[in-house]
């Protein structure tokens, strides 16, 4: 007999509770009227706010991955300071031709 999960329906949200747009949200945005961008966005909204530049690349996003490198190898790129995964991620496309 199957054992009993209990309750695992999910807590209904009503939409009508959504929090109200602050100004900064609204400076942000994008307007449009009648289909035709009037203004781009400055920036877009996070789960913490509005936050400016780009967008994340959901569907370009990196992917965490583990692996294993020799301590020499990670201690050489990270004494070239801040960035030292990218720049493994830089001499890997490299080797890899891309």
Known sequence: MNANAGDTAREWVDPDDAPEWTEEMFDAAEIAVGGKV??????HLASDGVRRGRPPR???AKQQVTLR????VIATFRKGGAG???RINEALRKAAGI
Do not use: C, F
């Not at 490198?69 to 020499?72: G, K």
């Open 69 to 72: 490198l020799d301590p020499d």
């Open 84 to 86: 030292w995964q990218t």
């Open 38 to 43: 009037v203004r781009e966005a400055s920036g």
């Open 58 to 60: 959901r569907a370009l």
